[in-house]
């Protein structure tokens, strides 16, 4: 808690980064036979979950390197790993990246040694969340939305609204939704009842979900601390909440497109769907650390993850959407409508996680900090 909450400060009064930084790496050698992965549940699999999805396999066997991972289930999870050191790359979304560069724990990239960097997404090569006075400090991982989860038993069709998760009702079946729905266990949940303020309370002048000044931020809290009733548990591990979903009677929830696709995949009555008030999202990028032991190795993975497979393969696994367009086609376990999909064109619709800092555009510098969306959160979740 310590270690996240002390980047979180950091970030607050060291987001004036200098655009002097270069790459430490110059050129690349010999592979040092390891890198050592932090990274979400699902983004780097060996085949040992499905044979049919693998893009570790064929990297060990030409490179020499071996991939550990270590998998962390939140943003705060991942930073108080990176600031702990001993792993070279972590994928971080976008409220872990500019905190991770504040805190000096991840180093710029040399685009020049990454040669499938040309095929990146237009719309992310140049992002906000990992780019600082025009330096790379990562390569764009994957992106996607966070839909809401149901139970296709109780909603026979589709939640048109956020509603069912924030407001106590009854459900299609005549039950209560108190006990029966979760949230997500991070304090950038806070930014998704924003963004419910944003369509239902206008007057509240929500212009950005992670830029809210002390008013806006009061009616977030007052909303998530209504939804602390009706949750049965707040989830952050994504096998717990399929589990939960198959076992423990829960029928709707924020969740990611891997935790839908796992439970369709068990032939479990579950669909997911955007709802009017839209979606928040995350674009993960893959940063390196600051002191990596093993830059070589950790080049490599940048490049292998960028290949139009890799980035097929992984999107068909998670939901998610590649950051190389070339995957969107021939790709025989996305397919090549798999990229439509799974909402290829709806990225502008995605208020995509960022780190909320005080210094903010659409509130003249008077937004609440992210070290307050931390403490608060964990007081919503205590009860208070």
């Known amino acids: 808690m310590n270690s996240f909450l002390k980047s979180c400060t950091a970030l607050t009064v060291a987001l004036t980064f200098s655009g002097q930084a270069v790459a430490q790496v110059k050129e690349l050698g010999k592979g040092e036979g390891q890198v050592n ?5 699902g ?9 049919g999805y693998d893009w570790v396999t064929s990297f060990e066997k030409e490179t020499g390197c071996k991939v550990n991972v270590k998998t962390a289930n939140t943003s705060d999870e991942m930073v108080s790993l990176m600031n702990e050191g001993g792993f070279d790359l972590v994928t971080a979304s ?12 991840v180093q710029p990239i040399n685009t020049d040694l990454i040669p499938s960097w040309k095929t990146v997404d237009e719309r992310l090569k140049d992002a906000p969340w990992f780019t600082v006075g025009g330096v790379h400090y990562g390569v764009p991982y994957q992106w996607g939305p966070n839909v809401l989860m149901y139970n296709t038993d ?8 956020w509603n069912v998760v924030f407001e106590e009702m009854k459900l299609p ?6 006990g029966r729905v979760q949230a997500y266990d991070g304090p950038i949940h806070i930014a998704d009842a924003a963004n419910y303020l944003m369509f239902h309370k206008p007057e509240l002048g929500i212009k950005d979900p992670y830029e809210l000044n002390e008013d806006q931020y009061k009616a977030a809290l007052e909303l998530l601390r209504v939804q602390r009733t009706l949750v049965g548990r707040y989830w952050h591990d994504a096998a717990i909440q399929v589990d939960d979903f198959q076992n423990e009677g829960v029928v709707a929830s924020g969740s990611w497109p891997y935790q839908v696709n796992a439970l369709v995949a068990a032939k479990k009555p579950v669909a997911s769907t955007v709802p009017e008030e839209g979606v928040t999202g995350w674009a993960d990028t893959t940063m390196m650390e600051a002191d990596s032991a093993n830059p070589n190795c ?3 993975w940048l490049e292998h993850s960028l290949s139009p497979k890799v980035q097929g393969d992984v999107s068909a696994w998670f939901g998610s959407l590649p950051v190389v ?7 025989e376990l996305l397919t090549d409508e798999g990229c439509k999909t799974n909402g290829y064109d709806n990225f502008d619709k995605i208020k995509f996680w960022k780190t909320p800092v005080s210094k903010c555009a659409t509130e003249n510098d008077q937004c609440v900090p992210y070290y307050r969306w931390v403490s608060d959160y964990i007081g919503v979740i205590g009860g208070r």
Request: glycine letters at 10%; a positive charge.
């Open 325 to 331: 367009p070339a995957a969107c086609k021939g790709n």
């Open 173 to 178: 079946d005549g039950k209560s939704n108190k």
């Open 94 to 105: 976008g409220d872990a990246s500019l905190r991770l560069v504040a805190g000096k724990r």
């Open 37 to 41: 992965i932090v990274a979400w549940p």
């Open 154 to 161: 109780v909603f026979k069709e589709a939640p048109k609204s």
């Open 298 to 300: 950790a080049y490599k």
């Open 43 to 51: 983004y780097i699999e060996r085949g040992e979950t499905d044979k």
